[in-house]
């Protein structure tokens, strides 16, 4: 029965975050915002909201394990979205269609992480760790740093973009309004339904945990992670086949970003103490793939190859390449013990 209502969880979460999405762009055509931008917050932030519900849900039961694994596997699923979207967009590499500006994100993407691994590794230790009430200080940590990449993005990002929205006349303008206005009713429902649904997701994905003997963290990186991604994907997709590259590229990296602030918030829901203190060290084997990654499209949008493979740009094999590794040893690991 687990299977079922995880399935069932599942697809209400792509079915609910997919007209999520469509929501957000339409909300994000109509304010002045460049596709940058939309897709790094706007887009990031409406697609991450399974992964928030999830994370949050997991660290309300007791399972820290499914929390990080969720969230951490949906940031190694979301830069293999990348590569998808290569395929889709064509021969040549994706990343050399679209502006160097998301390297901001991608680095401060590797940078959360990094703070994430060190938390990992030194709060069970008690060392360089304080606590407020029972948030451990990498949370405020990941907390602060989140808030000054995005301040940096949106400051680096409107050097740049050009209201559209002055040149329309007053009618147009109201009618933009009335629309906007109807479609945040129809967001917030939508909204509503990923959040119920996740918490579902996460109770049996933890129950299937139990019984399968694969552990949280395997049943988290891998079965959490890659159904609350379905939006990103679905968005990337979207925007891809409508040429918004930007748009695309924005939504993983964007959500990234966010997921690592879902570290902090479950921190905040796990009330047995600090959540950095409680997860398997498994983990740093996938942040770990995630900061690799993560440079693999650093290395992407700098060298922007026109060079491919199978219509897929190089960087985009070598991503798919180390997903898969990692995957490989987690599971070896979980069997293991």
Request: charged share 10%; no cysteine; net charge neutral.
């Amino acid at each position: 029965m687990e299977y079922l209502l995880f399935f069932i969880s599942a697809v209400i979460v792509v079915l609910a975050g997919t007209r999520l999405t469509a929501y957000g762009d339409i909300i994000a055509t109509h304010t002045p915002l460049g596709y940058t931008l939309v897709g790094t917050v706007l887009i990031a932030a409406v697609t991450s909201l399974p992964e928030i519900s999830s994370s949050v849900s997991a660290s309300l039961i007791g399972s820290p394990d499914l929390a990080f694994g969720n969230v951490l596997g949906s940031n190694g699923f979301n830069l293999v979205i990348i590569a998808i979207a290569d395929i889709v967009q064509g021969p040549g590499s994706l990343l050399r269609m679209v502006r160097e500006s998301h390297i901001l994100s991608s680095i401060f993407g590797i940078i959360l992480t990094v703070i994430s691994m060190m938390g990992i590794l030194i709060a069970p230790y008690h060392m360089f760790e304080f606590t407020i009430g029972w948030i451990s200080s990498f949370s405020i940590i990941i907390m602060i740093t989140y808030m000054m990449a995005m301040t940096m993005m949106v400051r680096y990002e409107n050097r740049f973009t050009i209201n559209a929205n002055t040149q329309l006349d007053s009618e147009k303008k109201a009618k933009n309004q009335d629309m906007v206005k109807s479609t945040i009713l129809k967001f917030v429902i939508m909204a509503v339904f990923i959040v119920v649904a996740g918490i579902q997701l996460s109770v049996n994905a933890n129950i299937i945990a139990e019984k399968s003997g694969l552990g949280q963290t395997f049943v988290g990186t891998l079965l959490m992670a890659g159904a609350t991604s379905l939006p990103e994907l679905v968005a990337t997709i979207a925007a891809i086949r409508i040429g918004a590259y930007d748009m695309a590229v924005g939504n993983v990296l964007g959500s990234n970003l966010l997921n690592m602030l879902i570290i902090s918030i479950s921190d905040m829901t796990y009330l047995k103490g600090s959540v950095f203190i409680d997860v398997s060290q498994e983990h740093l084997l996938t942040a770990a793939t995630t900061i690799l990654l993560s440079g693999m499209v650093v290395i992407g949008l700098f060298y922007r190859s026109k060079r491919s493979f199978m219509k897929m740009g190089w960087d985009s094999i070598l991503i798919l390449i180390g997903y898969m590794a990692m995957l490989y040893l987690l599971f070896q690991i979980s069997v293991s013990f």
